[in-house]
């Protein structure tokens, strides 16, 4: 096991990463800009150390700071969270150079599964089904040809990246050229990479996704499923498993072509496999997440598996002492994400200083949040500001305890939107499950 891990993210994952280290014995060094001089992480860890000015691009994404302080702090281990640098596969491979164990796949997956390209021929290969669609876009010819093969409507999609960046819709021609220049230049923007390329746009459909556990000895290990269709501009709001829509049957064979997905690049780590299920249950990847979760307590809820151990000690090498026949989802679970937004005002961004704060309680509720009473949120970083779970031995129940929970949780000082979730989860689409990612189009 590590005896040092450095945590290279901020607010609740990073504080999530440090309490597994805790509990684990492993010593903790945090990394904070000098916007984050006074954040909960900071003060938690067993070491911090400033990387650089509120910028992200100069702080939490500055590679060589963020591995000069792990080998002045002497870690032997980097733990990413989820975004910033959890899926750069260069800030992997820099990490493997200095000696240092990056706590996740090798930067030739994270690169294989990041190029949806690459990614979309690799499972055509593993026989997993994929969504009908192109290669990479040449030039303007190559994108009417392919359009017209694939037809209308089809999403125009980022080769790179994720989040949700570099999509477009287009119902017809008329729209190609101006949405793929328009969904080209976003994704240049925000990773790099201008390349595109072309999916049927499957509408009315569900997003399911399935939890991976892959140790270095070649054992993968799927823990269940994940419904994540509640979606707003391709953001997920609520996760719930497990899913409304997946029976034993479907979910058996939604599992199996997720290890085969993970067989095929000899993944390791956490990983999460997503699909897109039609209303004929047929299901299609979409892609790879070689990352921890957001919305991970979900499936740690109803299979009792701590995730961000297993991420952690499978990447020193130990082997999963478990097998498939050993994983049994028990009862629901339920995760909404609470973003500092103002819904009413076309979801602006909020900042400012917690005036009053009370978290949630009662059995089997869970609040990942790194606020604190005074705790004054930043303007330079994502607005997700906490996560709301709970469990219960049904999914009416599990949706009664979230409503419960979401009245009594109380944010003062930033705009938020706590109470959207507790209209959403009181729609009776969300309460028969029968939403979809179309469902708040529009909105």
């Not at 504080?15 to 492993?26: D, F, H, L, P, S």
């Not at 910028?55 to 060589?64: T, V």
């Not at 000899?266 to 919305?295: A, H, I, P, S, W």
């Not at 701590?306 to 478990?322: H, M, N, S, T, Y």
């Amino acid at each position: 096991m590590f005896p040092k891990i450095l945590i290279a993210n901020r607010g609740e994952v990073a504080i999530r990463v440090i309490r597994a280290c805790k509990e684990m014995g492993v010593s903790t060094v945090a990394v904070f800009s000098e916007a984050d001089r006074d954040a909960l992480h900071v003060s938690l860890a067993d070491e911090s150390v400033c990387v650089g000015p509120a910028a992200a691009a100069q702080s939490y994404l500055n590679m060589e700071s963020i591995l000069s302080a792990a080998m002045v702090t002497g870690a032997q281990a980097i733990h990413p969270g989820y975004g910033l640098l959890s899926e750069n596969p260069r800030f992997a491979r820099l990490c493997q150079q200095c000696r240092i164990k990056f706590i996740g796949p090798s930067d030739q997956v994270i690169a294989r599964m990041g190029d949806k390209d690459e990614a979309r021929r690799t499972m055509v290969e593993a026989g997993v089904p994929v969504i009908p669609g192109s290669g990479v876009i040449e030039d303007e010819k190559d994108l009417a040809e392919q359009a017209r093969r694939i037809g209308f409507p089809l999403l125009i999609k980022a080769r790179a990246g994720g989040g949700g960046r570099g999509i477009r819709r287009v119902d017809g021609p008329g729209e190609l050229v101006r949405a793929y220049q328009a969904a080209s230049s976003e994704a240049l923007s925000a990773f790099g990479d201008g390349k595109m390329y072309l999916e049927k746009l499957l509408e009315n459909v569900k997003h399911i996704e399935v939890q991976l556990l892959c140790d270095q000895h070649g054992h993968v290990v799927s823990l269940g499923e994940r419904e994540c269709s509640m979606q707003r501009r391709n953001q997920k709001l609520i996760e719930e498993s497990p899913s409304p829509a997946v029976d034993p049957a479907l979910r058996e064979k939604m599992l199996e072509a997720a290890v085969r997905a993970a067989k095929a690049v000899n993944y390791e780590g956490v990983g999460t496999v997503e699909f897109l299920l039609t209303q004929d249950k047929q299901f299609y990847f979409m892609e790879m997440n070689t990352r921890l979760q957001v919305e991970h307590p979900v499936t740690e809820m109803v299979t009792g598996i701590d995730l961000v151990k297993w991420q952690i000690r499978v990447a020193a090498g130990i082997e999963l002492p478990f097998t498939q026949q050993d994983i049994h989802l028990r009862g629901h679970a339920i995760e909404c994400r609470i973003n500092a937004e103002n819904p009413q005002d076309h979801f602006k961004p909020s900042c400012g200083r917690i005036a009053l704060l009370h978290i949630p309680g009662g059995p089997w509720v869970r609040f990942d949040t790194a606020l604190y009473q005074d705790y004054v949120v930043p303007p330079f970083y994502d607005s997700m500001i906490g996560k709301l779970i709970v469990h219960a031995p049904t999914r009416p129940e599990a949706i009664r305890k979230m409503r419960a929970a979401l009245c009594e949780m109380v944010i003062e000082g930033v705009e938020h939107t706590g109470w959207m979730q507790a209209d959403l989860t009181g729609e009776p689409a969300f309460e028969d499950g029968s939403y979809t990612t179309s469902f708040l189009n529009g909105r």
